[in-house]
């Protein structure tokens, strides 16, 4: 199994965040849930940036983490759905500051990337 050269600073709330939900597509699944896509042929119709792949590894780990839950139905066709956990409805307020800021500097490309370091 792979390990990091370098540990992870589990001491860094941004770090924790960011192995919890950061990553390109786990914001916007975490948005659509919300927003009721929760079978995952409705996200990956809704994501249609990221491949099915991807959508499905990335809600694999949201619910690793706690984020997400799966309620999986019998019968046939099976049915799966992904709801939002407490822990998961936390970040909501997160994803809404975070797509306000986008929004107002979506004009404003950053010039250079800066490494975050937590003090």
């Known amino acids: 199994m792979?390990?990091?050269k370098l540990p992870e600073d589990?001491?860094?709330g941004i770090t924790i965040a960011m192995?919890?939900?950061g990553g390109k597509w786990k914001p916007c699944i975490i948005d659509a849930i919300d927003k009721g896509f929760r079978r995952p042929s409705e996200l990956h119709k809704v994501i249609t940036e990221a491949t099915p792949r991807v959508i499905d590894l990335q809600l694999r780990e949201l619910e690793n983490a706690g984020i997400v839950y799966k309620e999986t139905g019998s019968g046939f066709p099976l049915y799966t759905a992904y709801y939002l956990t407490e822990k998961g409805e936390s970040i909501l307020p997160i994803l809404s500051l975070m797509n306000s800021?986008?929004?107002q500097n979506k004009g404003?490309?950053?010039q250079k990337r800066s490494r975050v370091i937590c003090i």
């Open 2 to 4: 792979y390990q990091k």
């Open 10 to 12: 589990l001491e860094c």
């Open 19 to 21: 192995r919890s939900f």
């Open 101 to 103: 800021w986008g929004l």
């Open 108 to 110: 404003e490309q950053p």
